[in-house]
């Protein structure tokens, strides 16, 4: 009970009703995937947003709480929503209402809302990952968990091929995303490479969070990240190989998800992988045409 009411006075801001708040939750958390959002059909952008606030909600939990008693009370919160979901009795919270709504119209698998639930919860417990096959494990869970609720709001979950890219560029997906953030997270003296990466090359934790990209091996780490990266984008890629390497119609605006971890990517290595050179925390100006551009020709 007490999980609930504090969810629901920190989404009292909602007063223009669930989609309206999702919308612009996403709008102003999630800048990229707002403008992917625009080449969704019309009738479906509102799933997409309430699905993508969902994703943001539990992502952004470890650093919106002040201590992990708050962030368990908040991921109980969801797990007794998706209860309530099947009851028909939906919480009076913007984004659980926006996506029971969503999950009833096009009949979202439960058991994938309840995998990133699942996966985010142990993140608040276990928040760094010591190898790369747990953090991928954990990209799975989340990242491309949500590609996969995507794929069954087009109706589009039933193809193998697209399933197994969806895994990969969630994956990459992940890793791009931890990669920026790391200056963030330094700040913060938590070290979001994996051990057995930063092992590898001999960085110290310590000097990451003194001397940033100044530190020992920090490049090379992020070097080897990034290069995993980009050859689970590869990979994703060559699921499309009969079809001359273009995503058919109705899934395109699920892997356009690529197209701002590969802009970063091809940013980084501009850069020579120092991730703490200031203008890769900039937004880059070329990320809308190149939406748009793997939109028009079906790549990413």
Partial sequence: MLARQLCLRQAQS????????????????????????????????????ALRAFYIELSTMQESVSNSIIGNMRMQFWKDALKDFSDGRPPKHPIALA???????????????????????????????????????????????????????????????????????GVAHTIATLLRALPYHASKRHMVIPAEVTARHGVSQEEVFRQGGNAKGIDDAAYEFATLANDHLITAREMF????????????????????????????????FNVFLPSLQQRSWRLPWRIWLGYYQGRF
Avoid: W
């Avoid at 007063?15 to 059909?41: H, I, M």
């Fill in 99 to 169: 996506l029971y709504e969503a999950s009833g119209r096009f009949n979202l698998p439960m058991y994938h809302l309840k995998r990133m639930i699942e996966a985010r919860d142990a993140e608040l417990q276990t928040p760094t990952h010591l190898t790369l096959d747990s953090l991928t494990a954990h990209a799975e869970s989340t990242s491309s968990t949500f590609l996969y609720l995507l794929l069954s709001m087009l109706n589009q979950s039933s193809s193998h091929d697209f399933s197994h890219a969806a895994s990969h560029v």
């Fill in 241 to 272: 190989k009969d079809t001359a390497g273009k995503v058919p119609g109705p899934v395109k605006p699920v892997f356009l998800n690529a197209v701002p971890a590969a802009v970063y990517l091809e940013r980084l290595e501009k850069a020579n």
């Fill in 14 to 49: 909602g007063t223009n009703g669930p989609r309206s708040y999702c919308r612009d939750f996403v709008q102003k958390r999630d800048y990229e995937a707002y403008l992917v959002s625009q080449v969704y059909p019309r009738d479906h952008r509102d799933a997409f947003y």
